[in-house]
């Protein structure tokens, strides 16, 4: 199922921040508008009531006639945006400049909406309505239009401003939430293709160096991975089909002319023949196996340091006798104390592998020499015969799994040794390259030279 747009993550942090972003908003704009509208409400009610205290010197005890003498004083004053009205106890004008209904006592707030003819551009008069003595009533007002507007504005930019907020919020949430979802829809298409069959298939950079970007980065490094280790199995099954064929066609024939001539003169040979069929078949799949294992890399966990120098010395002395029986000849020249990390026994594998490569394929007569030493940063290893070498341009051949070159079809092996080689330098993140050994067209010979690196 594919994520729906108000389930992804940028969808739901652009609403939280817009909630928050609001939340503080509302906070602030609060405080503003309490503040400054509490104040100057404040302000306009004392006002009033100085202006009451003024008219009602003897407060509720004040006569009639002194309350209107007050009124017209105050009236007379220089316009202050206060207006009065006083009323007898039947309710007619006794003084005032404010022609409206008389409210009831107590503060009031007289919008010009509601049948209060006010002067001009007032809208809103703040009121407070006084009994007094005798049964009238005073009503004194002060013009709170300013009041009003800057409520009214207040309000406004709050909800401006919110809007703005929810708007962009929202907006940016949907856009980083659809750019999201066409990433990750991108990659689990081209998941889906790979699982169809296309291994070569890789999940598109944006280039924008994202975080999306390093996870495709990631994941197509690994797809790469796994298309080389597919790459790799097919071609050892196709290799593996072929090369066991020989074996067992022989083996088949062998058991077949056993069968045919009923002469138990020849079984020993023939089942000697057929035993050695088996085992060339047993060899090759347990070479096989020991290949992929150090291919997968599992044999890492196992590495510890230990001494080259020694490995190498150990190898050298056991293949001097056999080099010797063979009419070859075997010079070690190590350089004492080369420590490295790896597996001891993947290592004597390996040189096994080369000093047995330039016994058997250098030919009677062959000098080979196994050197060691330290090489800028690392160790360096040698392998080099005088044989008649490989040339350059059959190199990967000579490398790759059951590759052998036409000569030494006739010779024992399988064509994994250099192969096995190879992947076991690799394990140890180390490289190799082969070349002529010397300066001789009739037998360069053939140098393979190891170099591991020296962690530290
Ligand atoms: N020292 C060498 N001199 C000449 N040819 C070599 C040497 N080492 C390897 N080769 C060639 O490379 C091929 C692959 O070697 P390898 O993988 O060890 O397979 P094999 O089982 O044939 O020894 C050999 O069959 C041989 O043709
Ligand atoms: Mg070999």
Redesign the pocket.
């Known amino acids: 199922m594919r994520p729906r747009l108000f389930q992804t993550t940028s969808v739901r942090l652009a609403a939280l921040g817009v909630g928050l972003a609001s939340a503080s908003a509302a906070v602030v704009f609060g405080v503003i508008y309490l503040g400054t509208l509490g104040a100057l409400r404040t302000t306009l009610d004392t006002d009033i009531d100085n202006e009451i205290s003024e008219i009602m010197v003897f407060g509720a005890r004040t006569p009639p006639g002194v309350v209107a003498a007050g009124v017209r004083a105050a009236i007379a004053e220089p316009p202050t945006g206060t207006f009065f009205r006083l009323d007898d106890a039947q309710g007619r004008l006794i003084a005032g400049d404010l022609t409206l209904p008389m409210p009831t006592p107590g503060w009031h707030d007289l919008v010009a909406q509601h049948g209060a003819a006010l002067a001009g551009h007032i809208r809103v008069l703040r009121a407070r309505v006084e009994r007094i003595g005798g049964g009238g009533t005073l009503l004194v007002a002060a013009d709170a239009t300013m009041l009003d507007e800057l409520d009214e504005l207040i309000r406004r930019s709050f909800l401006i401003g919110f809007g703005i907020t929810l708007a962009i919020g929202l907006a940016a949430g949907i856009g980083f939430g659809r750019r999201a979802l066409a990433r990750v829809e991108a990659v689990s298409a081209a998941g889906e293709e790979i699982m169809a069959g296309d291994f070569t298939r890789r999940i598109p950079l944006s280039g924008s160096g994202d975080e999306f970007d390093h996870l495709a980065r990631g994941i197509n490094a690994m797809l790469a991975r796994i298309e080389q280790l597919m790459g790799n199995i097919r071609a050892v099954g196709d290799e593996i089909a072929h090369d066991l064929r020989s074996p067992l066609a022989r083996l088949r024939e062998s058991l077949e002319l056993m069968l045919r001539s009923g002469d138990p003169a020849v079984l020993p040979a023939a089942l000697a023949d057929a035993i050695a069929q088996v085992d060339a078949a047993l060899a090759l799949s347990a070479g096989i196996l020991r290949l992929a294992q150090i291919e997968s890399g599992a044999r890492r966990a196992s590495f510890a340091m230990l001494d080259l120098s020694r490995l190498l010395e150990d190898i050298a002395e056991t293949y001097e006798t056999v080099a010797e029986d063979a009419g070859a000849v075997l010079t070690a020249r190590i350089a004492p104390g080369l420590a490295l990390a790896g597996d001891a026994a993947l290592l004597n594998q390996l040189f096994a ?1 080369l000093i047995e ?2 016994i ?3 030919g009677p007569g062959t000098a080979i020499i196994v050197t060691a030493g330290r090489d800028d940063g690392g160790i360096a290893v040698s392998v080099a ?1 005088d ?4 040339p350059p341009e059959r190199h990967a051949e ?1 490398l790759r799994r059951f ?3 036409d ?2 079809r006739s ?1 024992e ?7 096995l080689v190879a992947a076991i330098v690799g394990l140890h993140d180390g490289t190799m390259v082969l070349r002529a050994s010397r300066d001789d067209a009739e037998r360069p010979g ?1 140098r393979v030279a190891i170099s591991f690196p020296v962690a530290g």
Do not use: Y
């Open positions: 592998n490569n330039a058997t394929h250098g015969d044989g008649p070498g490989i000579a590759g052998r070159l000569a030494s010779r092996g399988h064509g994994l040794g250099l192969a053939l």
